[in-house]
């Protein structure tokens, strides 16, 4: 089957196409044919050697939705020609991945393979901030930083499905797109300064770090907290300011990413897609996802599935 391989560190052109042999599912994974993978940035982090560890060579993505064509001895509760989408551990840039049941879901009846490829490491990391660890409720008041991105774009969507108050941070290209999504402020973070429009949050959502995350402390009510998907670099702040500082690492669970998938079929949360690639073009994927810009989901169509 063809799978991109990376045999060293470096920028998109290391990247390659290669055959390699069919993987076979142990007994607590099955074997999908992948119809859609998802390009994120934590795979161009890891092939740069910026996060985590590999081995060479190795198969870059973690996000797949596909169909099942084999299963391991012990599972249950799927079955070969089911669709499904998840977490792969041994790449999803491939024609065909295995995935474990610990990181597998069914997929709705209307939701389509590249929706359902967006779920992770997208819409579910948006659920385990805002939810998962962020605890927002019904008549909060929450702020989200890079609004517009491929997490934050719905974060905004679920966090207004809750009934929160929603303030959301983007480029004035993105002004717009994020009132459309459900915003309530907006707010042009390269002509306004977030901490002198909006006061008394109970929640920050921090996809940026930095200088934007040392600025976020202010704006948060006493026992708010802010989450970050980058890493708290001064937990002091957070004491000194007596809300929480969050480092977002928890998962939501399997039932919840179900919910999740639901509201994706039902249309009550849309998913943004910048692009679609043929794996063929993996190269310019990974480029487009460096640049760090954009709104919505980078992803590869890798089979006809889709």
Known sequence: MKAVRVNEFGGPEVLK???????????????????????????????????????????PGIAASGIIEQIGKNITGFKVGDTVFGRTKRGAYKEKATIPVTTLNHMPKHLSFEHAATIIAGAETAWKALFTQGDLQAGQRVLIHAAAGGVGHYAVQLAKWKGAEVIGTASAANQSFLKELGADQTIDYKQQRFEEEVADVDLVIDLIGGETQDRSWDVIKPGGKLVSLVGIHNPQ??????????????????????????????????????????????????????????????????????
Do not use: C
């Open 17 to 59: 196409i290669e055959g390699i042999e069919t993987p076979i599912p142990k007994d607590d994974e099955v074997l999908i044919k992948v119809a859609y993978a998802g390009v994120l940035p934590i795979d161009w982090k890891i092939r740069q050697g910026k996060a985590g560890k590999k081995r060479f060579p190795y198969t």
């Open 237 to 306: 702040a957070a004491v000194e300011h007596g809300v929480q500082g969050i480092d977002n690492q928890e998962s939501p669970t399997l039932s919840e990413l179900d919910q999740l998938a639901e509201l994706m079929a039902e249309g009550i949360i849309k998913t943004e897609i910048k692009k679609i690639y043929p794996l063929e073009k993996v190269q310019e994927a990974a480029l487009q996802s460096e640049t760090g810009h954009g709104r919505g989901r980078i992803l590869l169509k890798v089979t006809a599935e889709g």
